[in-house]
């Protein structure tokens, strides 16, 4: 039973092209995220939905749009790719939002390198 | 100064052997602390929450200073599958919202 979901795996491209990941979960949670691991495996925060509604937006470059159709789904959209973009996006999702304890589940990560 | 910051590593180490690992964290107003777990080319899994009291869960202990600002895991007899990379979590109120902030991770290596 997967819990969150992420396609593709992988995902090859080259640059200045716009590329979508998509993300579901099937755990019942209110808050989603994505989430940014470099080459560094420094795992940065983009952004946060909560039932739907965007509660965290880091400082992103604005080629990067989330879009939450419903609160079990969240993608990720990113226009006019830069090498700079190469890195393993990971969807997150919890239950409540950022409070006090809840766990974060990760997806499985997509593994994303511009050429 | 980072807003969480940990050892990168590796800490090479024998099987059975004790080993710590530290997280320190700047912000104050934090709340809660995490360590995750993460294998090579896996996602993060939650390994243990870090309460104030201090908590343990088998061969695994977690420790809380709010004094010093930091956490701390311990990993006790180590075994083969303990070779990870482990991120520390703080979840820290900050710009009227909760954020979650990982720190880079320290990577275990336990050698046989």
């Known amino acids: 039973d997967t819990a969150v979901s992420q396609t593709p795996k992988y995902l090859v491209t080259q640059m200045g092209n716009d590329k979508s990941i998509k993300c579901e979960q099937n755990l019942g949670h209110d808050t989603m995220y994505w989430y940014k691991q470099d080459s560094k495996k420094f795992l940065k925060i983009m952004f946060s939905y909560n039932n739907k509604e965007l509660i965290i937006n880091e400082t992103v470059p604005n080629r990067f749009s989330p879009k939450s159709p419903d609160k079990a789904h969240l993608n990720l959209h990113i226009n006019s790719l830069e090498l700079g973009d190469s890195a393993v996006y990971f969807c997150a999702s919890s239950q409540g939002g950022v409070g006090t304890y809840n766990e974060q589940f990760f997806g499985p990560g997509t593994r994303l390198t511009v050429l | ?112």
Do not use: H
């Not at chain 2, 964290?25 to 870090?50: G, H, I, T």
């Open chain 2, 1 to 112: 100064r980072k807003e969480v910051e940990q050892d990168p590593g590796p800490f090479n180490v024998p099987e059975g052997a004790t080993v710590a690992f530290n997280c320190t964290y700047s912000n104050s107003a934090s709340q809660s602390f995490f360590w995750y777990r993460q294998d090579c080319r896996k996602e993060p899994k939650l390994l243990m929450s870090v309460y104030s009291s201090g908590n343990e869960d088998g061969r695994f202990t977690a420790q809380l200073n709010r004094a010093s600002q930091y956490i701390s895991l311990l990993i006790r007899d180590s075994k083969l599958s303990d070779s990870a990379t482990y991120l520390c979590a703080v979840n820290s109120w900050a710009s009227g919202t909760y954020k979650y902030i990982f720190g880079t991770g320290t990577r275990l290596k336990v050698l046989a």
